[in-house]
């Protein structure tokens, strides 16, 4: 079992909708959460950060994390056709150890 | 620069044959990363520097492939010996520092085929 699970989709959404994007993950050491955002033909980038268990909201996202089902969410609200990318979520444990990546989900927002 | 910054962003190359793929980071950041980007694979960890040290190895997967950085600056990520299953995606990430809250500024990467 990969540490970090994520249905690697595609989902293809009308725009305006609310997307939900989900990971679970493994390791109940993680404390740390990421989701980055990955253009074609681009690096990730870093979207959302969220440490332990909660509701983190930036504009149109929200990363939720719960630690007891060790279940990972991304919400965007007023889905955009510039929101199509491919997805990460991400977790780590504290210390140095380096970031475990999900698959990726891509994602399509349709205008 | 603004970025990290990854050459060649495109590599062909024979089986066999070795390949040098380099990366700079973000100026002041001492943390360096690299992860390889498989189809269907999503980020697969290889490599960490901080500083020129590499106190995590264990991504490397197998001992044609080495990595080396200097000035605290520069890395390159070296395949020897190429195999076709070596084609993919190659990204190096930079953070300021290593730590618990660290988060990584990703290139471009370079998409390297072996035929």
């Known amino acids: 079992q990969k540490e970090v699970e994520q249905d690697p989709g595609p989902l293809s959404v009308p725009e305006g909708a609310i997307v939900s994007l989900n990971c679970t993950y493994s390791?109940?050491?993680?404390?740390?959460f990421m989701w980055y955002r990955q253009y074609s033909r681009k690096g990730p980038e870093l979207l959302m950060y969220?440490?332990?268990?909660g509701n983190k909201e930036d504009g149109r996202f929200t990363a939720q994390v719960d630690k007891s089902s060790k279940y990972i969410s991304l919400f965007i609200r007023d889905s955009q056709p510039s929101d199509s990318a491919t997805y990460l979520c991400a977790g780590r444990n504290s210390g140095n150890t380096p970031l475990v990546f999900g698959k990726g989900t891509r994602l399509s927002v349709i205008a | 620069g603004a970025g990290v910054s990854q050459s060649p962003s495109n590599k062909v190359t024979e089986k066999g044959k070795d390949v040098e793929l380099r990366c700079d980071p973000i100026?002041?950041?001492?943390?360096l990363y690299w992860y390889r980007q498989s189809l269907g694979q999503g980020l697969e960890f290889l490599i960490y520097f901080q500083g020129n040290s590499a106190p995590d190895k264990s991504g490397l997967p197998s001992d044609r492939f080495s990595a080396e950085r200097t000035g605290g600056s520069v890395s390159t990520l070296t395949i020897q010996r190429t195999q076709q299953e070596d084609s993919a995606v190659y990204l190096c990430?930079?953070?300021?520092?290593?730590?618990?809250?660290?988060?990584?500024?990703f290139g471009s990467g370079t998409q390297l085929s072996v035929l």
């Open positions: 969220t440490y332990s268990s």
């Open positions: 390791n109940s050491a993680f404390q740390y």
């Open positions: 100026s002041g950041h001492t943390a």
């Open positions: 990430a930079s953070s300021p520092r290593t730590g618990s809250n660290e988060k990584l500024f």
